[in-house]
Every structure is written in C-alpha cells, then in structure tokens.
C-alpha cells in the first residue's frame, strides 16, 4: 500500500504479544474488507507458529495515516489473547489499547498502589479506564471503582475482564470523560476519595479539570504518556498563589526505551480549605455589604434613582 497515493491494499501488518503468556495476534489492516485466500493462509499460520492464537482483518478504506479502521474481523482463531497482569488474567483485543511495556506498566501500578495505601473502604474514579488495566487490580484494594471509557469495544472487555477475575466491586460506562464525570458527581453516594486519570496524548479537556475542581477529590493520580501536557493541566490544578490541589511528588517511568517518550505519574492532593477565588471576592462583597454602615447623614434622604422610563421604540430595537 502506498500512503501517498492511496493505492495497493495491505496496509499494515500488526502484532500483539503477550509478554508473559507468549500468546500472539496478528492483524491484516487492508483498505479493503476482503482479502482473497485469507482464511486459508490464516489456517496455516496458526499451525505454523506455536504462539499464534488468532488472525484478524482490520478494515480502513480512509486516505489517512491512522493504522486502524473502526472495524476488524477474526479470520482464524481467537479474537483475543490472554496476558497475565499484576497477578490478574485479561483478555486483550487486536485494536484495543494496553501498555505494550507489561513489567513497566506493573512497576508504575505497584508505585500507584503504594502510595494510595487503599484500606478498603475508598471510592475510585478511573477516567480513561480503557480495558481496566488499573482499575481492576486497584478494585481489589478499594470498596468500589468506576471506570470511564469511551470506547465501546474497551468497556465490553473491561467487564469482561471483571467477570474472568471475579471482581464484582468495579462498574464501567460507556461514554466521554467529559460527559459522565459530571454525572458521577450526582450518582455516587459520596465524593470519591481517589480520581485516576490516564487520558491519552492530547492530555485533559478543559472541562474535565473544571470538574475536577468542583468535585474535590482528596487525592488525584495523573498518569501521562506526553509530559508537555501533563505540564499544562497540573499548571490549571496546581498553579496561582492558591491552588486547589498541590503536588506531592512526579514519578517518571521510561516505558520506551531509547526513544525520547517517557510516561510520567503525579501524585496530587486537595488543598485544605480551598475556595475558588469567585467564591470568596462574592462573599467578602456580601461581607462588606452587611457590616459597612452607611454614609450618609441621619435624615438625609437618598437621591432620586434616574428614570428607566424609554420609548416605546427604542426599547424595541434589536428585540
């Protein structure tokens, strides 16, 4: 396939490994939905390569550099491969994400685990959940965990995921961080104690840290593959002379060797007594308001407010 002109058919050809299982996935990505004679070399390298356990079609007719179409396709085999993960079993799909770097991603999660000390009895937010990599084994630390996760095909496996480790203490939804965070500040029962981010490289939406800030959570874990805009959204959490939360220290994590990409950890905490700066300027204006006597002398009385009254056709004007 040739990107430039968008000619040829087989565009990519893709593997997923399980690190600890061996288990492997290949994928065809082709521009178009059917490859001739497919199935039958799909057969045959199944039993030609001892750790292949499934072959997929992944369709993208788009003139575009993105690897992956929205639709894929088992050709032979299983459409997943099974990966062993922080004492956990789970499923992973051809085009769903996972760390690709597995005893790094559990050397970050021990770390999380560590310092979030969970007793059992915490609410855990995990937005940008994807197929539960952190959420389930903290599940089994926290009285309940819900996941965000905008990905249909991520939250099918997140609870599948679930249900194969017999965790029954964690939720997932379907939908944007954006559109359910908000939601979940009316669903639960109480604030949750702990809010787990791990958004993709283009970092947070606006939004979601306004709501962030609104919902006050004591602690925040910010996970990040792209330290520029982790950089950006700590400065709206973190940064002013009075910022809502503090942190408490960055962990860096090389997850991409000899490559200029780095994952990073911040650990974040709710500043005590925190109001935002609106909400005090309106209560020192209504402070002031009931407390100032007045200035004008006993007796006198207050100058005439200025008439309202116009006419009839200005006040239509631009109605």
Same mark, same amino acid.
């Given at each position: ?33 059917? &490859? ?108 309940? &965990? ?27 939804? &379907? ?145």
């Amino acid at each position: 396939y040739n990107e430039t002109k968008h000619q040829g058919k087989l565009r990519h050809l893709a593997l997923r490994v399980g690190r600890r299982t061996g288990e492997i996935l290949l994928t065809l990505v082709s521009k178009d939905a059917k &490859v001739p004679g497919l199935a039958e070399k799909a057969e045959t390298w199944l039993t030609t390569y001892p750790g292949l356990v499934g072959v997929s079609l992944n369709h993208n007719p788009e003139r575009t550099n993105a690897i992956f179409g929205p639709q894929t396709y088992t050709v032979a085999g299983k459409d997943y491969l099974e990966e062993e993960f922080a004492g956990l079993t789970l499923h992973i799909q051809p085009h769903t994400f996972f760390q690709v770097y597995t005893e790094q991603a559990e050397q970050l999660l021990a770390l999380i685990q560590q310092e979030l000390n969970l007793t059992g009895t915490e609410t855990l937010i995990d937005a940008y959940c994807g197929i539960g990599t952190l959420a389930l084994p903290l599940a089994r630390q926290a009285r309940q &965990v819900l996941g965000l996760e905008d990905q249909p095909d991520a939250v099918a496996q997140a609870r599948a995921n679930a249900a194969l480790n017999g965790i029954t203490n964690a939720r997932f939804e &379907v939908g944007t961080v954006e559109a359910l965070l908000p939601l979940v500040m009316d669903e639960l029962d109480a604030r949750p104690d702990v809010v787990l981010l791990d958004p993709p490289r283009k970092g947070c939406d606006r939004t979601v840290l306004d709501t962030l800030i609104q919902l006050h959570a004591p602690r925040l874990v910010y996970m990040s593959c792209n330290p520029a805009t982790l950089a950006r959204d700590l400065k709206i959490l973190c940064g002013g002379d009075h910022p809502p939360y503090q942190i408490q220290f960055l962990q860096p994590a090389d997850f991409f060797p000899q490559t200029a990409h780095v994952e990073c950890v911040a650990f974040l905490t709710w500043t005590p007594g925190w109001v935002a700066e609106a909400e005090v300027s309106s209560a020192e204006i209504d402070s002031s308001a009931q407390t100032e006597p007045s200035a004008e002398p006993d007796g006198a009385s207050a100058a005439p407010e200025p008439s309202t009254e116009v006419e009839s056709s200005t006040a239509s004007d631009g109605a």
